[in-house]
């Protein structure tokens, strides 16, 4: 695959998140692991982005932030979901503000399990999301 | 002059969660700043009505994924003091130990995030590669990295042997040695200096004002702490919170950099201390429903948290609330944020250390 080559930029979206995924998701930027030697970058743009990474649920008053970033990333673009809370909604499900995963708003290509998510599946998420990324690339080409 | 306003949040490059500021500016000056809350809240408090008294305290730990181990610690403390139960005094010092434990990584992640909103990159890395280190003792000996579980109603699940509690004081004073050249950089560089000292002075008076607690109130000079109170066996301990008086960005800065070293050597002080009882009981079966209520405080790495706990004799809990730190500082935000320049505000933001998850829950 010539088009891509293998450094995604990534935003990340704190939904409703104990912070527990979202230090996670920095570690992964750290020295122990540091992505950013693969070229992968957290943006703060989500013009120049092509991974969403969210961590948390969603509710009432983030979900049109949710639509809002995922609307302005150009195509391709993949979703991963880090996370419990991200994937279902996890212990909070039954919460009154939370309406539940990710995927009531936007759709997700990937889904990373744990509460919280470590950085070694957060890592493979995204290695996962570059491979959607790749086969969203195929189909528009 | 012309007004702008500004949004700042909820999705800000220099921010991991959703805070929501309105800055109203007057050129470069901002002149007011509304907060918003809601992006990050969940309902905690309700869940209280369908999860088990048993079962809460994971929900608790929940609250906040940096400070998980005193959420869960708090709550298990309340719950004994309610149904009355006397606690081993192996898991007492155990949940001391995590405790400050917690309050070093805190520190290590908040610095970090610090130095990379004034732009100081490396000193980020830095702080975050010290912090896997206290990670890793915390998997070793809890299992998580984040969120423990390791607090139950009556103690602790797990034991940490008494080898591993001396390796542990070790390595803690080697990761403090290798620290000190990093603590030195945030205490004398320059460039540090010229861009946080100064800037967002909160006086001894102001600070009593809006109720700041923590390092927030210790930067202002005011003697504030809960640990000084003696509960959770700090009183078997030497302790004497750190102080300055400068009250600005880089006196907060410098609070939270000796704290560092203050927490290395509370944990060096209870281990000294403990009894030498391997193998002694670290829990207690706890039997029952839990009727009362009760006020529990602890200083957590942001400042003082208030758990508030009724029980009415079922197995659901009638109330949980918790007054988490950041709550308390943000009028202290708002009050610093208000005359300062625009390029100032996301310093300021940080210094406080917000932990928006604790605030909206």
Not at chain 1, 126 to 133: D, E, K
Not at chain 2, 60 to 65: A, F, K, L, N, P
Not at chain 2, 86 to 113: F, T
Not at chain 2, 344 to 358: L, Q
Request: with cysteine.
């Amino acid at each position: 695959m010539s088009f891509f080559s293998r450094s995604p930029w990534i935003l990340h979206y704190d939904g409703s998140s104990c912070n527990g995924c979202d230090i996670e998701v920095l570690a992964c930027l750290t020295p122990l692991y540091d992505v950013e030697r693969f070229g992968v970058i957290n943006t703060g743009n989500p013009k120049h982005a092509d991974i969403l990474l969210v961590t948390g649920s969603v509710n009432e008053r983030n979900i049109e932030i949710v639509r809002n970033l995922y609307r302005q990333m150009p195509d391709p673009k993949v979703v991963v979901a880090v996370g419990a809370c991200a994937c279902s909604g996890g212990i909070f499900a039954r919460a009154y503000n939370v309406q539940g995963g990710i995927d009531k708003v936007i759709p997700v290509d990937v889904y990373v399990p744990g509460c919280a998510a470590r950085p070694e599946s957060i890592i493979d998420g995204v290695v996962q999301g570059i491979a959607a990324l790749e086969a969203k690339q195929r189909m528009t080409a | 002059m012309k007004r702008t306003t500004i949004p700042f949040g909820p999705q800000h490059p220099v921010l991991p969660e959703p805070l929501v500021l309105d800055l109203i500016l007057e050129d470069e000056k901002v002149i007011d700043a509304i907060p918003t809350i809601g992006y990050i809240h969940r309902g905690l408090e309700a869940l209280v009505e369908s999860v088990e008294y048993t079962e809460f305290g994971y929900v608790v730990e929940r609250i906040c994924g940096i400070c998980s181990f005193m959420h869960g610690m708090g709550y298990a403390v309340a719950m004994e003091e309610i149904m009355a139960v006397e606690v081993p005094e192996r898991a007492r010092w155990l949940r001391l130990i995590w405790a400050e434990m917690s309050r070093i990584h805190s520190h290590l992640l908040w610095l970090g995030l610090g130095a990379d909103a004034f732009g100081f990159e490396n000193l980020f890395m830095h702080c975050w590669r010290t912090r896997e280190e206290v990670l890793d003792i915390f998997e070793k000996t809890t299992g998580g990295r984040i969120i423990f579980s390791v607090n139950r109603i009556g103690g602790v699940r797990r034991d940490i042997s008494d080898t591993e509690l001396a390796a542990i004081v070790t390595k803690l004073q080697q990761l403090g040695a290798s620290f000190t050249e990093t603590a030195r950089i945030f205490e004398t560089d320059p460039s540090i200096r010229h861009r946080l000292s100064g800037v967002g002075i909160l006086s001894r008076e102001d600070a009593h004002a809006v109720d700041a607690v923590g390092p927030m109130a210790r930067a202002s000079g005011i003697r504030m702490d809960t640990r000084l109170t003696g509960t959770h066996l700090y009183d078997r301990l030497d302790f004497e919170p750190v102080l300055e008086t400068a009250g600005d960005c880089l006196a907060r800065v410098v609070v939270r950099v000796r704290e560092i070293s203050q927490s290395i050597d509370l944990i060096r002080q209870a281990v000294d201390r403990m009894p030498k009882a391997e193998g002694a009981p670290i829990e207690v079966k706890v039997r029952g429903l839990p009727t009362g209520e009760v006020f529990e405080r602890l200083e957590q790495p942001r400042g003082e948290v208030v758990y508030y706990i009724k029980a009415n004799g079922t197995k659901y809990l009638e109330r949980f609330r918790a007054r988490t730190p950041t709550f308390a500082n943000i009028p202290a935000m708002i009050k610093l944020v208000k005359g300062c320049d625009l390029a100032d505000v996301p310093n300021i933001i940080m210094t406080i250390d917000p932990c928006i998850s604790c605030t909206e829950r």
